[in-house]
């Protein structure tokens, strides 16, 4: 089991990053949030969770510990699996997800894609009571200055995709969200696309 990968940050989308490690190339999965924090710096420590499949063995990577632990609450709540404990921490902060969860605010949770009504209502329900240990850290919402919006989409677009969305459906969304506000970051063009439903 790997506890974190400390190394040289060899590349860094707003879904993976590989960190080069003793001469090997480590591929981690990550969140939006983590992307924000580490995507300028040329090394980096991710906290790690690993999943451990017949066809695979996955890597999850995580700034802060926080957010590892807000994951592997998540992944205890029955229906949700990485994907959306992922997707779920790109949308929100920890800090927001927990706020979340505190004010049983089943609205705020419902506006990640992918999570219904009765599993708002499980992870609400389930975690109530676990959240207090890591209520009060946030994670800072690093945002970059867009050099170019269509860069900007054009990545946004490519993290969706290999987030698991439909193509089609996705370069409708960015378009329309690097329209509306044509100096937003990658990370923000991500956010209002999952907010706006793909």
Do not use: W
């Not at 802060?64 to 994907?83: D, H, I, K, Q, W």
């Amino acid at each position: 089991m790997y506890n974190h990968i400390n190394g040289k940050l060899d590349e860094a989308t707003p879904a993976y990053a590989v960190i080069d490690c003793g001469g090997v190339g480590y591929l981690l999965e990550i969140t939006l949030n983590t992307y924000s924090q580490i995507k300028d710096l040329p090394a980096v420590k991710l906290l790690v969770h690993e999943i451990v499949r017949e066809d695979a063995h996955l890597l999850f990577g995580f700034y802060t510990e926080s957010e590892r632990e807000m994951f592997r609450l998540l992944l205890n709540v029955n229906g949700v699996g990485a994907a959306t404990a992922r997707i779920m921490l790109s949308s929100l902060t920890v800090e927001e997800l927990t706020r979340a969860i505190v004010d049983q605010d089943a609205k705020r949770v419902q506006k990640v894609k992918g999570i219904g009504a009765k599993t708002a209502q499980r992870i609400l329900l389930e975690l109530r009571d676990k959240v207090d240990p890591f209520a009060a850290p946030a994670l800072a919402g690093a945002t970059s200055t867009a050099s170019s919006s269509n860069k900007n989409a054009e990545e946004a677009l490519s993290a969706l995709v290999m987030l698991g969305f439909p193509k089609a459906a996705s370069e409708k969304v960015v378009a329309k969200m690097a329209e509306a506000n044509p100096g937003a970051s990658v990370e923000e063009i991500i956010k209002q696309s999952l907010a706006h439903g793909i």
